[in-house]
């Protein structure tokens, strides 16, 4: 049955100039290569400068995408931005990316705090809005300045993430209603509140008046994470009645080289097609997977047709999948 499907057009990324390597870090906290690289996968991240903000990489990235889609900002129905990092408390930091990239005044900006899942949920928002006609072309971007919110004294978690953006362009385009189809096929998202406690800032507006620092209960997430990664890939494969065998790339939120390794065992994939730049990146939260699809549509690695799935789970604890046909 003919449907109304968000194709990605356009696609970009941005990453800080500084790059910050598991050596530079050991001469900052009792930490080593050896011990980061085996237990993370991590080998080095980027790091914004003091005054480079949230905004100034969800624009670069955004810009990128909107370069690739060949389209220009004013083409634009809505943008979405995720972040647990925005500019200011308020107003949001689409609102603000979006008058600079020269939107439309009038046209709908959001931001969306889903943490590590943010990509998904705010993928699933903006193709929500283009299948039910509110949208003809979105902006998805994901942006965050990790290294704002990390406790560089702690060496539990200063040595995990890192800051980037990552961007895509969604444009409506009509469908069969199959798999075959270009575009988001399907998406879901899902949360569970009991874990708060597990991965969160220790501060917030109402609470402290600061925004607080990471802080994670290592082993309680690193045992959840694997299975609602798993459950974000398997409910969108079987909506679309998709088997594991069908994707031709997995990109998972890049926390760590062993929940990687392990969800893509788990889903029965081969290691070559399970995108990894968590050694690169580090965990950049929302902007991890669209960051890691726009450097592989970038290298050619990913291509027009190609079947891949999306699957993250952050603070929350929230989690989610979608797949996409390129
Ligand atoms: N360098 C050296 N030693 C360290 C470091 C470090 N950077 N960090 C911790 N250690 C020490 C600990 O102090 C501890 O020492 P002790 O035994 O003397 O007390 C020892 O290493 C083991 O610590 P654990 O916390 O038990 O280490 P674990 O094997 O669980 O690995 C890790 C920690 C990597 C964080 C793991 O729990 C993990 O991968 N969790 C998943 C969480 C994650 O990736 N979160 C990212 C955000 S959430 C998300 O994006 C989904």
Redesign the pocket.
């Known amino acids: 049955m003919k449907c109304i499907r968000s194709e990605i057009i356009g696609h970009g990324h941005f990453l800080p100039e500084k790059v910050l390597t598991n050596d530079d870090?050991a001469q900052m906290?009792?930490?080593?290569d050896e011990?980061?690289s085996t237990?993370?996968g991590i080998k080095s991240r980027h790091v914004a400068a003091e005054k480079e903000y949230t905004s100034d990489l969800a624009f670069n990235a955004a810009q990128m995408a909107l370069k690739t889609a060949g389209i220009s900002a004013a083409e634009l129905d809505a943008v979405v931005l995720a972040t647990v990092t925005p500019d200011n408390t308020t107003p949001a930091t689409s609102a603000k990316i979006a008058a600079r990239l020269g939107v439309k005044a009038g046209t709908p900006a959001f931001d969306i705090s889903a943490?590590?899942s943010g990509f998904v949920y705010a993928l699933t928002m903006a193709d929500n809005m283009i299948r039910l006609g509110q949208a003809k072309t979105a902006l998805v971007v994901c942006a965050e300045t990790l290294s704002k919110i990390t406790d560089w004294t702690d060496?539990?978690?200063?040595?995990?993430?890192g800051d980037g953006a990552g961007a895509v362009v969604l444009r409506a385009a009509e469908g069969e209603g199959t798999a075959a189809d270009t575009g988001v096929l399907a998406t879901k998202v899902y949360a569970d509140g009991s874990q708060f406690d597990n991965?969160l800032t220790n501060g917030g507006v109402s609470t402290t008046q600061t925004a607080g620092h990471?802080w994670?209960n290592?082993?309680e997430?690193?045992k959840y994470?694997i299975n609602s990664l798993a459950q974000g890939a398997e409910d969108v494969m079987s909506m679309c009645g998709v088997k594991a065998e069908d994707l031709d790339w997995l990109i998972p939120?890049q926390?760590?080289i062993?929940?990687i390794s392990g969800v893509g065992q788990k889903l029965g994939l081969p290691e070559e097609k399970v995108v990894v730049t968590v050694d690169h990146h580090g965990?950049t939260?929302a902007a991890?997977i669209p960051l890691a699809l726009s450097e592989c549509m970038e290298a050619g690695k990913i291509k027009k047709g190609d079947l891949v799935v999306f699957n993250?789970?952050?603070?929350g604890f929230t989690w989610g999948g979608a797949l996409v046909r390129i």
Not at 29 to 32: P, R
Not at 312 to 315: K, L
């Open positions: 870090l906290v009792d930490t080593n011990w980061i237990r993370t943490a590590c060496r539990n978690t200063c040595v995990l993430f991965l990471i994670m290592g082993k997430v690193f994470a939120h926390a760590n062993r929940i965990n939260s991890s993250a789970m952050g603070a």
